[in-house]
């Protein structure tokens, strides 16, 4: 507190002072002459000077050495004054703040308290839940910012007071009925009425609540009842059994019957609502209730109830007299209609046989072959000879209808024109009978229409399986003969390659009699036939075979050719190729022009070779490199021609290119294009990857990886 009192000091007076004790308290009286107005000021403080006492003497020998003493009291005088002012201008400020806020805080407080305490209760349950609702908002929105500005202004109230009693003030007093006493007892006036309002709403809401739900019980219960009766008195006074029938008549009656079982059971609905509007007789008001309000009261509850009590005594006589008149009608209708059963009971199942017979007549058939046509002509013939039979059955039926229309004429009943036991009339039967006289010739027609069909598609099957009888099993022996002279040795490899184009060729002759079979195939698809048991092949069978044919005639004659380059390019005699043939075929167990990995090293070994694991792998790999576990004679050739003669190497190769490079690891273009003809040059060139290695010179090319390439050690 020193330290900010001295920088005040200091910054009025603009120096830098070093405060010390042994300066000396200032006398007033050496200032000279002193307004009388300073005068009263430093009175007013001058026990707040007395706390500053040690601070305040050395300030004035400051003023003393510095200026003069006349010039030092004056300015000390007038700093004392400010800082007064100051205080009690906040001082002021405070006190009428506390007076605004505690006068907006108590208007507040009474004029809340009258709607707190009002209890005067709502006629609706719309209105009261709208009192509790604004309570809601009262406790949620209002009340919370006026609790703290109750606390607010005890805060400053205290605040006030401890400030005027430091600055050695009078304490201060609010106006008349402000004081914190005053708004505390306001504030607990406006808590008990909170308190009681809001019990007060919840029991009045329950109050209505509890009549809402008896009125909206007995309305609903009323109307339920209302909604049922509607109708009901009109129902009971109709005649309508004076034109029904025997069976409308019992149905009337079992109607009736359900009618008086479903008006005892809504005796127990009548006495709950009568049980209901005398409970609310002594709840709701007598008078009409205000505009949008709840549309019941007394009077017309009472009325409504005694109109249902009246309609269900008239319902109880009317009910009655309507049994007396059905049971009196059934008996005058009995023995008509046990002539109308009867009629029902044969012109039913006579209707579902013409029904049945006309879907029969106009059934779509699929049929396949001469067997199955005849026989749904055979049951079709058997059809027209039950027809007179059925034809006396009709006329029995409508004899059965006209004496029944014969005994109402006679006795005067009005019949209401349809059998009440089926909807099969007369005209029905007629219409019927006429249909199935119709559509017997349409079937007979149909019917033989389709057997003229079968029989030329018939004649097709036979036509194409006595062809393809001949072309399959000649496909097959032509396979056969292919894979024996593959297999055999008869002559030189250029006799035997004569031989398979001569046989190529008589295989290409008979191409047309493949045509022939696939014209006659066109037919038997046009005329949708599907199967033919004449023969088991099919034309599709007869094209694969037919495929593999000139396929295995051409890949046959393809390996001999083959064979033939092979002998010529390794100079195998022969001889040598006549013993490779009878090797391979002596180990070709199966006769397929080719064996598996087995068989293929039990023919190494018996040529010579001792095989490990690493060795047979290593040859598998020459003569099998798509791993397909088989072993062709070509490349059991190609394998014994490569073993038995001289061939060039990549090595070899490699040692050639160093010798055109001058014995470097690579060479460049202009000594191929100077050593090579110019085609080869280029290809060379044009192949070979640059030269990566520490001695490489610009536009080196590397000659080693493009030889290794050209033998497949590596790519290109």
Not at 128 to 134: C, G, I, P, T
Not at 237 to 245: F, G, N, V
Not at 433 to 457: F, G, I, M, T, Y
Request: glycine share 4%.
């Amino acid at each position: 507190m020193q330290s900010e009192d001295r920088n005040d000091f200091t910054s009025v007076l603009g120096w830098d002072v070093k405060w010390s004790a042994h300066f000396t308290r200032p006398q007033l009286s050496d200032a000279g002459p002193v307004p009388t107005l300073v005068l009263r000021a430093v009175r007013a403080v001058r026990s707040l000077l007395c706390l500053q006492e040690g601070r305040l003497q050395g300030l004035v020998g400051i003023l003393e050495w510095g200026q003069g003493p006349g010039r030092v009291q004056a300015e000390t005088a007038a700093n004392r004054i400010c800082k007064v002012l100051a205080v009690n201008q906040e001082n002021e400020h405070l006190m009428e703040d506390y007076e605004k806020l505690a006068s907006d805080l108590l208007e507040w407080i009474q004029r809340t308290i009258p709607w707190l305490e009002n209890r005067v209760p709502q006629k609706t349950m719309q209105e009261m839940q709208q009192k509790l609702e604004d309570f809601r908002d009262y406790r949620r929105v209002h009340k919370p910012p006026k609790v703290q500005e109750k606390c607010q202004l005890e805060i400053n109230f205290n605040t006030l007071q401890t400030k005027l009693r430091l600055s050695n003030r009078p304490a201060f007093m609010p106006s008349e009925g402000k004081m914190v006493s005053d708004i505390n007892n306001g504030w607990q006036h406006l808590e008990q009425a909170e308190k009681g309002y809001e019990e007060w709403l919840l029991n009045e809401i329950r109050r209505l609540e509890r009549l809402d739900h008896l009125a909206e019980k007995f309305r609903q219960k009323a109307s339920i009842h209302e909604a049922w009766t509607e109708g009901k008195e009109a129902m009971l006074r109709q005649k309508d059994y004076e034109t029904a029938t025997l069976s409308d008549i019992k149905a009337l009656i079992r109607k009736h019957e359900a009618f008086e079982s479903d008006l005892a059971a809504h005796q127990d609905r009548v006495e709950q609502i009568a049980a209901i509007a005398q409970e609310l007789n002594p709840s709701i008001p007598r008078s009409p209730p205000p505009t949008g309000g709840e549309s019941y009261n007394s009077p017309s509850v009472n009325a409504r109830c005694q109109k249902i009590c009246d309609q269900w005594d008239s319902l109880g006589s009317l009910t009655h007299t309507r049994r007396e008149a059905l049971e009196k009608t059934e008996k005058q209708l009995e023995t008509i209609d046990q002539l109308h059963l009867e009629y029902a009971k044969r012109a039913a199942p006579f209707n579902n046989w013409m029904e049945s017979a006309m879907e029969d007549l106009q059934d779509m058939f699929i049929v396949h072959t001469i067997e199955e046509i005849e026989g749904l002509i055979a049951a079709h013939d058997q059809f027209k000879s039950t027809l007179p039979d059925a034809d006396k059955e009709r006329e029995a039926i409508l004899g059965i209808q006209s004496e029944a229309q014969r005994i109402a004429d006679y006795n005067n009943i009005k019949l209401s024109g349809n059998n009440p036991y089926t909807s099969v009339t007369p005209q029905i039967i007629n219409s019927k009978w006429e249909r199935v006289q119709q559509l017997v010739p349409k079937r007979d027609h149909a019917l033989q229409d389709e057997q003229s069909r079968q029989q030329s598609n018939e004649h097709l099957r036979r036509q194409f399986a006595s062809q393809a009888n001949i072309v399959g099993p000649w496909i097959q022996t032509k396979m056969e003969e292919i894979g024996r002279i593959s297999i055999e040795m008869h002559g030189t490899l250029e006799d035997q390659l004569s031989h398979l184009k001569q046989y190529e060729q008589s295989i290409v002759d008979y191409k047309p009699n493949i045509d022939v079979l696939e014209q006659q195939h066109q037919l038997i698809q046009e005329a949708l036939i599907f199967d033919n048991k004449h023969t088991n092949y099919t034309m599709e069978h007869i094209r694969v075979g037919w495929e593999q044919l000139l396929t295995t005639i051409a890949r046959t004659i393809n390996e001999v050719e083959n064979q033939i380059l092979t002998r010529d390019a390794k100079g195998i005699s022969q001889e040598q190729m006549q013993e490779f043939r009878a090797s391979f075929n002596h180990f070709d167990k199966k006769r397929t022009g080719s064996m598996d990995t087995d068989d293929y090293r039990a023919l190494l070994i018996s040529t010579g070779y001792s095989l490990g694991d690493a060795e047979f792998n290593r040859i598998m790999s020459v003569v099998d490199p798509n791993n397909s576990g088989v072993v062709t004679f070509q490349a059991f050739i190609d394998f014994m021609s490569r073993e038995t003669t001289d061939t060039d190497t990549a090595d070899q190769v490699i040692a050639s290119f160093k010798v055109l490079a001058g014995d470097k690891n690579y060479i460049t273009a202009e000594e191929l294009r100077r050593e090579l003809p110019p085609d080869q040059a280029e290809y060379c060139i044009a192949r070979m990857a640059p030269y990566q290695g520490p001695d490489a010179i610009p536009g080196a090319l590397d000659y080693k990886s493009f030889s290794t390439a050209l033998y497949g050690e590596s790519d290109l």
